[in-house]
């Protein structure tokens, strides 16, 4: 009867506590399996109630058929309940429905086609809000809460929801995959790694995401300073665009009242230059753009909690693509439009022959090849270390009177250490060359104990005999001649001196695009010794020389240089 009344009273209310009171009134006859109003309401011995329909099917879908519980709070009943009508109940949601004020379901979020749904909703399902890995059912908010309340799941692992809970099942044993196998690289079960993956390499499936955690930490690293360096590269094109643009300018105005063709041309070539330069901008941005959709990517991998899904998708993800560095931007030099500007004063009648000939001499200043800013050449050994590179002797090319140790280290005597001809064996001089072609940004170091030794970088289709195939005597190789008393440097037999302390270790660093090969000393100190700047026109291969018994070189190994 009270129940009557304050439903009577409903429609008199203002309008929000009026439905502030059918909220209230619906919380209480609400379902907590279906979460909609009791229909054919029971009361079972706990004192909660159900739809009948509900909770006859919650019961019959228990594992454990000889006892049922509650699904609130968890009490248990043996023999299964006799279920009657609670006429009471009934009678209160028939008397809400007929006041007509009944408001539309409480704010429960109703799973969508693109939603993880309630797996332990019946009827209409609701959003999951968590994923459990060992009951491999998702559930929403309500149907949670046992999770957090009753001791029986407190070791239960709680993730965020997916619609891929089933691929934690092994499909073979119907087991949940625990366990990782490194040697084929996939999630198995407890009884895999005892039958078909017996004696494999495993471990954990969470163990193994922590290890893969962190070499995704690095792997996102990379990515985070390709995206820097591509930012600048995009910085400097677009200096260079500013800089054509300008020459360009400048050389119009001084040449338009002389030769309208110069105009013409000149307008041309900046057409181009500007173009070439756009393209290549365009092209680093969707790099950038790439890179960041591979950030996030990594991102959201690195927050996923299911271990299955991790390691399903890590193979996938984390293999960043090793692409070369970011190409060198040669900045725009204005020399091109000087020398019209001179042509044109000097001679009207010669400036035709002079963008047709000597223009065509000069290079694009920018080209898809070479698109990286010339940066500073390292200044400690640490700034060095960051380029050094493994590389090794070959001993096809060594001369009969060296012996090749461990494939990098080269020992000199006057007999013979191999009788065996081969096209690339030096013949005349007794040096080697390694197998390694360089370009880019490169840097090793060689050390002795016995000085009279040759440092050497050398194009690979070097002579491989008579005079012109020694090193430092053509135009195909450069050459440090390290002495007891000093250093000395050939190219194209042309001899520099240099004085300098003497150190048992040189470093070489190379950077090919911007034609710079430079030798130093190294001690406590980096001790420039020699610096070459010139074009390289094909890959560089390092190379060691030795003319007297008993001496010997060695191309120190990472383990070395660090030391």
Known sequence: MVWRVVVGLLPSLGGKMAQQAIQLDKEKLCCSICLDLLKDPVTIPCGHSYCIKCIKSYWDEEVRKEIHSCPQCRQTFRPRPVLVKNTMLADLVEELKKTGLQAAPADHCFAGPEDVSCDFCTGRKLKAVRSCLQCLVSYCEQHLQPHFESPAFAKHKLVDTSKKLWENICTRHNEVMKIFCRTDQQCICYLCSVDEHKGHDTISAAAEMTEKQKELGVTRQKVQLRIQQREKDVLVLQQEVETINSSADKAVRDSQKIFTAVKQQIRSRQKTEVSQAKKLQEKLQQQIAELRRKDAELELLSHTEDHTQFLHNYTLLSRVSEAADSPRINICSPRYTEDVTV???EARDKLQDILSEKWAKIPLTVTEADVSPPSAEPKTRVEFLKYSCQIQLDPHTAHDCIFIELERKAKFALFEYVDSAHPDRFTTWSQVLCRESLTGRCYWEVKWEVPEVFVAVAYKNISREGRESAFGYND???VLQCLCDGYEFRHNNIRTS????????????????????????????MTLLHRVQTTFTQPLCPGLGMYFSGTSAEICTALDIDD
């Open 498 to 525: 240099i004085s300098a302390p003497h150190s048992s270790r040189v470093g070489v660093y190379l950077d090919h695009g911007a034609g710079t090969l430079s030798f130093y000393s190294v001690s406590e100190t």
């Open 476 to 478: 195909k190789s450069w």
């Open 343 to 345: 042509a044109v004063s």
